[in-house]
């Protein structure tokens, strides 16, 4: 994978435990009351997380009844290793909303509104207990008590955006299907990417998956160039699935081992050698072992 983003501000928060609570209706995917958090680098990891979600995506697209625990369990290991997927600074115009008077959206599957209060939004990920936020215009106050870890959390990332390190919290929850909602979109794009390519369609229906794709365009990660010991680009990523679907993009697009499905078990993988047709030499094995088997039974 091309490597555009030597500097970046990267890291993220993941808990020691997650669990599914219900509020109103709605499940919610939140850090349990005595998790710990843990701070990693989504960089160190990205090809992992790459192929994790798009995996996770893949059998989220199957809508049998059946495959409901199977995704459910996918989903939050997923949780569980990388942490919660940060949306509340992924459908915003920008991570810093917190410095507004008003959120203002980018198009997204979840609120159809284009602008909303401040308060009124954040209540969304923070259904089981509010931060104590206060916001008068402009103004902002944001302050933590009672718990030690939680306050050295929010020391830690002070560099980052208000909302951000907000996210970072224990008390920060997302719902269960819009996470499951963004795993299922990144497959969508995939698929749409691959379904083009793989068929010789007509020009009006060639037309139709271009515009496709434009419906899966998101926030990108910011950036600003610092003056190091040379002029140097620093990336920023306002949340794990901008990072996530960033990285995405650029292992489809890469020119010699894009992002690809096993041609025995049919799950993604980036390969190593531009022309690798299997995710493992077990699945290369397999699919010569039944294909040498039918050419046998055929005899
Ligand atoms: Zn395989």
């Not at 435990?17 to 990891?45: C, F, Q, R, S, V």
């Not at 940060?86 to 920008?94: K, Q």
């Not at 909303?116 to 103004?139: C, N, R």
């Not at 990417?193 to 068929?199: I, V």
Request: charged content about 25%.
């Amino acid at each position: 994978m091309k490597d555009i983003f030597e500097h970046a501000k990267s890291n993220w928060v993941r808990y020691s435990e997650y669990e599914l609570k219900e509020k109103d209706g709605i499940l919610y995917i939140k850090p349990t009351d005595d998790a710990m958090p843990d701070i990693y680098n989504i960089l160190k990891h990205k090809e992992d997380i790459v192929v994790e979600a798009l995996n996770i995506g893949l059998l989220c697209m199957n809508r049998d009844k059946e495959k409901e625990a199977e995704q459910k369990e996918a989903i939050m290991g997923f949780v569980s290793r990388y942490g919660l997927l940060g949306l509340m600074t992924t459908i915003t115009t920008t991570p810093s909303f917190m410095d507004y008077e008003i959120v203002h959206f980018i198009k997204n599957r979840y609120i159809k509104a284009e602008t909303m209060d401040t308060i009124e939004y954040i209540s969304y990920f923070y259904p089981f207990e509010m931060p104590q936020v206060e916001k008068d215009g402009l103004a902002m106050k944001w302050e933590i008590s009672g718990d030690n870890t939680m306050m050295a959390l929010a020391m830690t990332f002070t560099d980052r955006e208000t909302a951000v390190n907000m996210s970072f919290q224990r008390n920060y929850a997302e719902s269960y299907e819009w996470v499951k909602t963004q795993f299922l979109d990144w497959a969508l794009l995939f698929t749409t990417a691959s379904l083009y390519y793989e068929n010789s369609f007509e020009d009006k229906d060639k037309e139709l998956y271009q515009q496709m794709m434009t419906v899966f365009s998101t926030n990108s990660p910011t950036y600003h160039i610092k003056l190091l010991d040379k002029p140097t680009l620093v990336w920023n990523f306002g949340s794990l699935a901008i990072a996530a679907q960033m990285l995405l993009s650029l292992s489809m697009t890469d020119d010699k081992t894009p992002i690809r499905l096993c041609k025995h078990c049919t799950k993604a993988f980036i390969p190593t050698r531009p022309n690798a047709l299997f995710c493992s030499s077990k699945c290369k094995n397999q699919y010569n072992v039944y294909k040498s088997r039918s050419k046998e039974e055929q005899k």
